[in-house]
């Protein structure tokens, strides 16, 4: 797996939205401009120049114009699986040659009460007695949207979804997929998941005022 990743928030002030969207095809910039948060469109298009660079050193740089969207509702394109995430200001574009999902989150204050739902009670209870109860929380609770994310699912099913600790893996009553946790920067966690075994070969930093497409 090649992770590319990029921060956002680094583009200067002094660019606007229209410019920094304006090299990508019409449609992509069509919805970029849709957003009501501008925050929201410069992680949409950051994500898209991101794909457009991985595809490009794929050698698939024609399919960038031809993603189409699964029964799932997940993006794809000929030739390789990709995945993208973003939270905050860092965003994130995952390739790799099996079917993946990837999620990264920032870490913040958050209320467990609230998400009893999408945990089960081994996993609660090994949130609720950790050093960091936190981090333990954003931990399970990226690997089980890399997982829903790798197959096109959605939140509901979250709670079907069990991590095995302490091993890297989630299970379900019919899947055993397996995890890898990375981290990009601090008060950041992120995990990927693929359906086999799983790999991160390299991960990239992208200045996005410097690279070429």
């Not at 204050?109 to 009670?121: A, E, I, K, Q």
Request: glycine share 4%.
């Amino acid at each position: 797996m090649k992770i590319y990743w990029a921060n956002s928030g680094e583009i200067p002030q002094s660019i606007t939205l229209q410019a920094f969207v304006s090299d990508l095809p019409k449609n992509m910039i069509e919805k970029s401009l849709r957003y009501k948060s501008e925050e929201a469109a410069f992680n949409y298009t950051t994500g898209r120049k991101l794909l457009r660079l991985g595809l490009k050193n794929h050698g698939l740089e024609n399919e960038f114009n031809k993603i189409k969207i699964n029964k799932n509702g997940k993006p794809f394109v000929a030739g390789v699986f990709f995945n993208i995430s973003h939270s905050n200001d860092l965003v994130v574009c995952a390739f790799d040659s099996n079917e993946i999902g990837i999620d990264i989150e920032k870490i913040k204050p958050v209320d467990l009460s609230n998400f009893h739902h999408v945990f089960t009670d081994r996993e609660l209870t090994f949130i609720e007695e950790n050093e960091n109860p936190t981090l333990a929380f954003y931990k399970l609770w990226v690997r089980k949207e890399s997982f829903i994310k790798s197959i096109g699912s959605t939140i509901k099913e979250m709670r079907e979804l069990e991590n095995r600790l302490p091993s890297k893996t989630l299970v379900t009553n019919t899947l055993e997929n397996k995890i890898v946790d990375f981290k990009l920067e601090e008060n950041y966690v992120g995990a990927a998941c693929g359906i086999s075994s799983i790999k991160i070969n390299s991960i990239q930093k992208i200045d996005l005022l410097k690279f070429k497409t």
